[in-house]
């Protein structure tokens, strides 16, 4: 999980916040670097294509199993869309460049969720906290050899030079997935009744050639299904509360984070203070959050560990709006700011992690994961692009405030979390 971590992170700043710094010193303009952020929804989306995932095996690939197979043709999709990245030149055509990252996300998105359901299914429950630090881990390894490494090999080398080595990179990954072994997770026997019953439901009553009915009833049984299994396994009353804590348990740091460099830099610290405190410094302190986070959930639960980075990342949001008021702060603020913040993110994260995936039913591991991942990203997205307007009207103090005040909702859901009776894991094969 270290090494597929790695794999996963990898792509991210490459399509987006790397790319960032390459088209500027192209000469795009500042508003087409903004539309290049839409790339990144690739990320939101990848429920919509997570049931194929999931669900249809690669014919030439069979022989390494649904989930490595996926993982081992997302990784070379990304490879290729690196190469094609680093052969690019932006100032040419910009539009060419975004379509390229644009495919290099959708493979970087595809590999997640293979890589989700095969963290799920390796393991059981009881290890999941131990899996998410681990992955955790190589993805913020990832984001400094993606961010940092690859700034300094474009400082020294050039542009190209720097994507075809972080396109080098992806043989992590990929000698990664042909080393493991497929994890064995089928139907179970319940999953199996359910989907019995609906091609029994298409047979009887629906009067449509074999092909069609065979193709709805697949259909039903790779998207449909995964919602109705987890309310039947859920019911309305837990179910809901659930999906409720899952769309808001991220607000507090997703809407304050994206404000994070240009309120740095607005607080007159130099570009390379930010990177040493913020992109190094910061990572560790995220990591060391992930490495906590593992140890907690083993300890007193995934409940507890999610209150705990809660708890941190608020206090995170309330220091920063104190921190807003100083005039001509240190370093050692941005320090301390940087502190509470990543190390309550690295908990939050990876606690939110093993949550959602102690969550899932191994039948439908991909489509469910990646409904989470959808549920929670794209009201924290949207929220969080009307950072600049709160900003601009009211000044940073009251904002991070709005940030503290935001995950309220969430806490109130954790508590009635660590209410609830401890239930049975979802069956395995």
């Given at each position: 999980?270290?090494?597929?971590?790695?794999?996963?992170?990898?792509?991210?700043?490459?399509?987006?916040?790397?790319?960032?710094?390459?088209?500027?010193?192209?000469?795009?303009?500042?508003?087409?670097?903004?539309?290049?952020?839409?790339?990144?929804?690739?990320?939101?989306?990848?429920?919509?294509?997570?049931?194929?995932?999931?669900?249809?095996?690669?014919?030439?690939?069979?022989?390494?199993?649904?989930?490595?197979?996926?993982?081992?043709?997302?990784?070379?999709?990304?490879?290729?869309?690196?190469?094609?990245?680093?052969?690019?030149?932006?100032?040419?055509?910009?539009?060419?460049?975004?379509?390229?990252?644009?495919?290099?996300?959708?493979?970087?998105?595809?590999?997640?969720?293979?890589?989700?359901?095969?963290?799920?299914?390796?393991?059981?429950?009881?290890?999941?906290?131990?899996?998410?630090?681990?992955?955790?881990?190589?993805?913020?390894?990832?984001?400094?050899?993606?961010?940092?490494?690859?700034?300094?090999?474009?400082?020294?080398?050039?542009?190209?030079?720097?994507y075809l080595l972080m396109a080098g990179c992806v043989a992590v990954g990929l000698l990664t997935t042909l080393s493991i072994a497929e994890p064995e997770a089928?139907?179970?026997?319940?999953?199996?009744?359910?989907?019995?019953?609906?091609?029994?439901?298409?047979?009887?009553?629906?009067?449509?050639?074999?092909?069609?009915?065979?193709?709805?009833?697949?259909?039903?049984?790779?998207?449909?299904?995964?919602?109705?299994?987890?309310?039947?396994?859920?019911?309305?009353?837990?179910?809901?509360?659930?999906?409720?804590?899952?769309?808001?348990?991220?607000?507090?740091?997703?809407?304050?984070?994206?404000?994070?460099?240009?309120?740095?830099?607005?607080?007159?610290?130099?570009?390379?203070?930010?990177?040493?405190?913020?992109?190094?410094?910061g990572v560790l302190m995220t990591l060391a959050g992930a490495l906590l986070a593992g140890l907690l959930v083993k300890r007193i639960g995934i409940a507890r560990?999610?209150?705990?980075?809660?708890?941190?990342?608020?206090?995170?949001?309330?220091?920063?709006?104190?921190?807003?008021?100083?005039?001509?702060?240190?370093?050692?603020?941005?320090?301390?700011?940087?502190?509470?913040?990543?190390?309550?993110?690295?908990?939050?994260?990876?606690?939110?992690?093993?949550?959602?995936?102690?969550?899932?039913?191994?039948?439908?591991?991909?489509?469910?994961?990646?409904?989470?991942?959808?549920?929670w990203s794209l009201p924290a997205k949207s929220i969080a692009s009307q950072w600049g307007r709160i900003v601009d009207a009211f000044g940073y103090p009251p904002?991070?405030?709005?940030?503290?005040?935001?995950?309220?909702?969430?806490?109130?859901?954790?508590?009635?979390?660590?209410?609830?009776?401890?239930?049975?894991?979802?069956?395995?094969?």
């Amino acid at each position: 999980m270290l090494f597929l971590g790695f794999s996963a992170g990898l792509p991210f700043p490459l399509v987006l916040t790397t790319l960032s710094a390459r088209l500027r010193q192209a000469g795009i303009d500042r508003t087409t670097i903004g539309f290049f952020s839409l790339v990144g929804l690739a990320y939101s989306f990848k429920y919509f294509w997570a049931p194929v995932v999931d669900r249809l095996p690669l014919p030439l690939l069979q022989r390494l199993g649904r989930r490595r197979s996926w993982m081992l043709l997302a990784q070379c999709g990304i490879a290729a869309g690196l190469v094609l990245m680093a052969l690019h030149n932006p100032a040419a055509d910009a539009l060419h460049m975004a379509w390229l990252a644009v495919f290099t996300a959708f493979c970087s998105a595809t590999q997640d969720i293979a890589l989700d359901a095969y963290r799920i299914e390796a393991v059981g429950e009881e290890r999941q906290g131990a899996m998410a630090a681990a992955y955790q881990t190589g993805y913020q390894l990832a984001l400094i050899c993606a961010g940092a490494g690859a700034l300094h090999a474009a400082a020294t080398g050039g542009w190209t030079f720097s994507y075809l080595l972080m396109a080098g990179c992806v043989a992590v990954g990929l000698l990664t997935t042909l080393s493991i072994a497929e994890p064995e997770a089928q139907l179970n026997r319940a999953t199996l009744a359910q989907e019995a019953r609906v091609i029994a439901f298409l047979e009887g009553s629906a009067h449509w050639p074999a092909g069609l009915r065979n193709a709805v009833a697949w259909l039903i049984g790779a998207v449909v299904c995964p919602f109705v299994d987890f309310f039947s396994r859920k019911g309305l009353r837990t179910g809901l509360p659930i999906l409720a804590l899952i769309v808001t348990y991220r607000l507090n740091y997703s809407t304050m984070g994206v404000a994070a460099n240009p309120f740095y830099i607005d607080m007159g610290y130099t570009l390379d203070q930010i990177a040493v405190v913020s992109k190094v410094y910061g990572v560790l302190m995220t990591l060391a959050g992930a490495l906590l986070a593992g140890l907690l959930v083993k300890r007193i639960g995934i409940a507890r560990t999610l209150l705990s980075g809660w708890l941190l990342l608020t206090v995170a949001n309330l220091f920063y709006a104190y921190f807003a008021t100083l005039s001509k702060p240190g370093t050692e603020w941005l320090a301390a700011a940087v502190s509470f913040d990543n190390i309550g993110n690295g908990i939050a994260g990876t606690a939110f992690i093993a949550y959602m995936s102690s969550l899932t039913n191994t039948a439908y591991t991909a489509t469910q994961y990646a409904l989470f991942g959808t549920l929670w990203s794209l009201p924290a997205k949207s929220i969080a692009s009307q950072w600049g307007r709160i900003v601009d009207a009211f000044g940073y103090p009251p904002f991070f405030v709005y940030t503290a005040l935001i995950g309220l909702p969430s806490l109130l859901l954790i508590f009635w979390l660590m209410r609830q009776p401890a239930s049975p894991a979802p069956a395995r094969a």
